[in-house]
C-alpha cells in the first residue's frame, strides 16, 4: 500500500467510523446474455412449434430433428448427420427442408428454377418436367420439393430460419462474450505487473 493510499484509508476511517475499507461482494452467477436456457431446450422449442404450426413429412421425432439444426449449422454434410443419425441422407435432406434450412447447392439445379416453378404451377406432371428439362424425374422431384420449401418458408416470413438464426447467434454472442470478459479481466489483473522469473 502506498502512502497517497495509506492516508485515503486514514479520511476514510476517521470519517466513517469504520474499521474496514471494503466489503465482500457477492454477484449471482449467469450469462452475460442473460441466457439461462441452454441452446439444445431452444431448439427443441423452435421445432416443437414448427411441428404444430406447419406439420413435417419426415418421420423423424424432435431429437433427431434438433440434431439436424444442429448439424447444419456446425457445418455439417448431409451425409455426415445421415451417419450420426443411422439414416439415409435423402432422410436429412427432407428434414432439412421441412425446417426450412437451405444449404447454396440446394438451388444449384442443372436447369433455370423459374422453368421449373411455372411447370409445378401450370401443374405438369414429373414425367413431362424430366422430360422437357432433360434431367431424371427423381432430379425433378427433389428440385420441387426445394422450391414448395423455398414457397412455404416465405409465407410463414421465414421466421422459423429467423429463430434458429437467434438461437446460434446468441449461443456465439454468450461464448464470445464471457471469453473476452476473461481475458479482458486477466489482462487488467497482470497490467503493470512485472515479471520476475529466473531460471
Known amino acids: 500500500m502506498d502512502e497517497k493510499t495509506r492516508e485515503l484509508r486514514d479520511i476514510f476511517m476517521d470519517v466513517t467510523d469504520e474499521a474496514t475499507v471494503t466489503e465482500r461482494q457477492e454477484a449471482a452467477r449467469g450469462s452475460l446474455t442473460g441466457e439461462t436456457r441452454d441452446v439444445e431446450s431452444r431448439l427443441r422449442e423452435v421445432v416443437a412449434d414448427m411441428r404444430e404450426a406447419v406439420g413435417f413429412d419426415t418421420g423423424l421425432d424432435d431429437a433427431a430433428l434438433v440434431r439436424v439444426v444442429r448439424g447444419f449449422y456446425e457445418g455439417e454434410s448431409d451425409a455426415a448427420i445421415a451417419e450420426a443419425l443411422d439414416?439415409?441422407?435423402?432422410?436429412?435432406?427432407?428434414?432439412?427442408?421441412?425446417?426450412?434450412?437451405?444449404?447454396?447447392?440446394?438451388?444449384?439445379?442443372?436447369?433455370?428454377?423459374?422453368?421449373?416453378?411455372?411447370?409445378?404451377?401450370?401443374?405438369?406432371?414429373?414425367?413431362?418436367?424430366?422430360?422437357?428439362?432433360?434431367?431424371?424425374?427423381?432430379?425433378?422431384?427433389?428440385?420441387?420439393?426445394?422450391?414448395?420449401?423455398?414457397?412455404?418458408?416465405?409465407?410463414?416470413?421465414?421466421?422459423?430460419?429467423s429463430a434458429f438464426d437467434e438461437v446460434f447467434t446468441e449461443s456465439d454472442l454468450s461464448g464470445n462474450l464471457t471469453g473476452d470478459a476473461k481475458r479482458d479481466g486477466l489482462d487488467d489483473a497482470l497490467d503493470g505487473m512485472e515479471s520476475n522469473v529466473s531460471f
Open 87 to 161: 439414416v439415409a441422407r435423402t432422410t436429412v435432406f427432407r428434414a432439412r427442408m421441412d425446417l426450412h434450412l437451405f444449404r447454396d447447392r440446394d438451388t444449384d439445379a442443372p436447369f433455370d428454377l423459374g422453368r421449373l416453378r411455372e411447370g409445378l404451377a401450370a401443374e405438369q406432371s414429373t414425367d413431362e418436367l424430366a422430360a422437357e428439362l432433360d434431367v431424371s424425374a427423381s432430379t425433378v422431384r427433389r428440385y420441387a420439393r426445394v422450391v414448395e420449401t423455398q414457397d412455404a418458408a416465405r409465407r410463414v416470413s421465414n421466421r422459423y430460419r
